[in-house]
């Protein structure tokens, strides 16, 4: 089972930017970005395959940038530009190729198998 654990939360003022990073223990296709709220759904933010495509969010595009490393095991989160709006429980997340989906990834939380457990990002006005 591969265990994943994220790092680089934090607190920011609005504009501000954080870096998070989110090592596996071992390589599955999909891994991804999450975001959850209390009261609400798991968002997802951004989600990497392992042959580079990124897909994200409609309210991150042109503020965040995720990527992985040449190993396909470690997986980040360049988030700048932060707002308020963007505070949350962040998890990293691991998951298989969707057959469906051309064998690509998909932004829905339900299709992930494997979890970290969160780092806490938080952004004041």
């Known amino acids: 089972q591969v265990q994943l654990v994220e790092s680089g939360g934090g607190s920011v003022q609005s504009g501000g930017s954080l870096r998070l990073s989110c090592v596996a223990s071992g390589y599955l296709y999909c891994m991804g970005w999450f975001r959850q709220v209390p009261g609400k759904e798991r968002e997802g933010v951004a989600i990497?395959?392992?042959?580079?495509?990124?897909t994200y969010a409609d309210s991150v595009k042109g503020r965040f940038t995720g990527s992985r490393d040449n190993a396909q095991t470690t997986m980040y989160l360049a988030m700048n530009s932060l707002k308020p709006e963007d505070t949350a429980m962040y998890f990293c997340?691991?998951?298989?190729?969707?057959?469906?989906?051309?064998?690509?990834?998909?932004?829905?939380?339900?299709?992930?198998?494997?979890w970290g457990q969160g780092t806490q990002v938080s952004v004041s006005s």
């Open positions: 990497i395959g392992a042959n580079g495509r990124t």
């Open positions: 997340a691991a998951g298989r190729a969707l057959p469906a989906l051309g064998y690509g990834c998909s932004l829905d939380a339900g299709d992930f198998g494997v």
